[in-house]
Every structure is written in structure tokens, then in C-alpha cells.
């Protein structure tokens, strides 16, 4: 069984692609109200973004209590860059057999503007291909450590990471804008639970995962943080899946 949590869909995606590819099944823990039946699991997976050289505190927080099993098991991370020593932290938590990253289009459109259109599909395509190798690995149960961890990977996933879930995490540059109809997608969209309507405009709890799936996912594009993401391009990965690998 193949654990996941997504923002705008890239572990979502990886999740549901490497369970069809070994046979297996995935579940997105934010929507896991009890957990299934592991006795007779071959394997347990873990997907999931990384955050500012990080695992998301969702997907910590599950592991820390999940049972621990003999069974084979394996994470994938998915970043758009450097992975850091993200993989060797979660494996702490629950230890990995194989760890991997893979490379992804950029989500955190806070930091910079997507990718082009067609570096995405060429990225998506890249992932595709080097799904089919890590399968292979996993069906075999080969251990493997396959991520890029980058310059400076201690630094950037104790310092930088402490940081950003210390200080980058509020939620007080959100805001909605004239385009916004509440609609409400954004409320019941939030893993966090850290959005809610008043007077038909979205409010933001004071702090939330910062997975960005509330302002790249809005139908209006009517959500900005500060002024940091006005103009900028929105990025879900649905919009580049062909019908059968829609999640």
C-alpha cells in the first residue's frame, strides 16, 4: 500500500502512477478517515512534496503514528529542485528500505513563476520514464537511495526548514480578489482545514502547510499572496494528464 499527500496534484499523480505500475494501492492520507487493513501488505510507500528541504508536517505526523511493519518499503519525494537530506529525515521517523526523489513542475509559484508549458510536459514525460525504472526496482525490492540532495543539503533541511516552518507558514499575505464568487473549492480543498468563508470571501486561519493548492487551484485565480504572485501563471497537474491518469 502506498501512502500519499499532495498539493496541486504532483504526488498525487506519482502515488497513483507507481500503484498501477506494481499493483498496488494508494491512499491520500488527508482524506484516510481509518487505516486499512496491513497484515497482509507487501509493501508500504510513502509520496510526498517537499517543503523548503522537508516533509510536509501532514505526512510527519502520519508516519510518527503508523505502525511499524517487516515489510519491504520505500518514499518518493517530489521537489522542484534539491531534495536535501529530506528522505534520510523521514527514513527516521519510519525507516525506508528505497528512497527517491523525483523532479516535478514548480507549484510554489510564491517564489517564482511556473515553468513554460513545455518544460512541464517535458518534466511530466522525464517523471513517466524514470517511474517505470523506480517500479521495477520497488517489484524487485531492491534498496536504493536515488535523490538529490544538492549543495548545502544540512543546511537547507535544518536551518532552512526550521525557518520556513517556523516564520514562512503564516498565512497573513493570503487574500481573495474581486474575481472571487465564493465558491468555496478553496475551503474544501485545504488539507488543513485552515480556510473557511465569511461573507462569501475565503479567511485564513493564522497558519497553514503552505501547499499553495488554495491559490493555484482557484477557478477564478482570484487568490494572491501579498504581492509576490500577481500575474503569475497557476499550476495544477491536471491540466497536463491525459483522461487516463486523471486523479
Known amino acids: 500500500m502506498i501512502f500519499y499527500f499532495s498539493g496541486t496534484g504532483n504526488s498525487a499523480w506519482v502515488a497513483r502512477q507507481m500503484a498501477r505500475l506494481t499493483g498496488d494501492a494508494a491512499y491520500d492520507i488527508v482524506n484516510l478517515e481509518e487505516l486499512p487493513n496491513m497484515d497482509n501488505a ?14 510536509p508536517e501532514f505526512i510527519v505526523d502520519f508516519a510518527k503514528k503508523l505502525p511499524k511493519s517487516q515489510v519491504f518499503t520505500f518514499g518518493i519525494c517530489t521537489c522542484g529542485g ?15 528500505s528505497s528512497s527517491y526523489s523525483l523532479l516535478m513542475p514548480n507549484n510554489y509559484i510564491i517564489g ?15 517523471a513517466r520514464a524514470e517511474l517505470e525504472r523506480m517500479a521495477q526496482e520497488i517489484r524487485r525490492q531492491e534498496r536504493v537511495y536515488r535523490v538529490h540532495e544538492g549543495a548545502l543539503a544540512g543546511v537547507k533541511s535544518y536551518l532552512a526548514n526550521f525557518g520556513f516552518n517556523k516564520f514562512a507558514r503564516s498565512t ?24 473557511s468563508l465569511r461573507d462569501r ?6 497558519q497553514c502547510f503552505q501547499c499553495l493548492r488554495c491559490i493555484n487551484e482557484c477557478p477564478q485565480q482570484a487568490i494572491q499572496y501579498g504581492t509576490s504572485t500577481a500575474g503569475r501563471r497557476r499550476y495544477t497537474i491536471r491540466a497536463y494528464l491525459p483522461q487516463d491518469e486523471q486523479i
Open 201 to 206: 470571501k475565503p479567511v485564513w486561519a493564522s
Open 82 to 96: 534539491d531534495a536535501g537530506l529530506t528522505m534520510k529525515q523521514f527514513s527516521k521517523l519510519y525507516p525506508l
Open 112 to 126: 517564482s513563476d511556473t515553468d513554460t508549458e513545455a518544460e512541464i510536459l517535458q518534466t511530466i514525460t522525464s
Open 42 to 55: 507487501k509493501q508500504i510507500g510513502f509520496v510526498f512534496p517537499v517543503y523548503a528541504w522537508g516533509a
Open 172 to 195: 497573513k499575505p493570503f487574500f481573495s480578489g474581486n474575481s472571487c464568487n465564493g465558491c468555496g473549492q478553496c475551503v474544501r480543498n485545504c488539507p488543513a482545514s485552515a480556510i
